[in-house]
């Protein structure tokens, strides 16, 4: 099994900056990818930022040129440095890993239980 806990999440107000992180432990062989989505109230969750293993990063439209993903390998960690927070950004932000726990077993999908991210005006 494989945890990914959050942190980093809170209030901030417009303009401002947060830094998130998710670590991943358990049984973990390889992490093909890591990423941030986020849900807002009465939307479908989306990408945030991804960064597959031997790639580039992607973002989201909404927030290429504010948000920048990174990932720290040896501590199966993922960052996500939030700035420029506009209210639109409000929401819950969830954590993902695509996981292999071990040699030659599939991937599976694996998240975070959330962090609420809130920019006020």
């Known amino acids: 099994q494989v945890q990914l806990v959050e942190s980093g999440g809170g209030l901030v107000q417009a303009g401002g900056s947060l830094r998130l992180s998710c670590a991943a432990s358990g049984t973990i062989f390889s992490i093909n990818a890591m990423g941030w989505y986020r849900q807002a109230p009465g939307k479908q969750r989306e990408l945030v930022a991804r960064i597959v293993s031997g790639s580039s990063a992607n973002y989201a439209d909404s927030v290429k040129g504010r948000f920048t993903i990174s990932r720290d390998n040896a501590k199966n960690t993922v960052y996500l440095q939030m700035s420029s927070l506009n209210p639109e950004d409000t929401a819950v932000y969830y954590c993902?890993?695509?996981?292999?726990?071990?040699?030659?077993?599939?991937?599976?999908?694996?998240w975070g239980q959330g962090t609420q991210v809130t920019v006020s005006s």
């Open positions: 993902n890993a695509v996981v292999r726990p071990g040699y030659g077993t599939p991937a599976y999908d694996y």
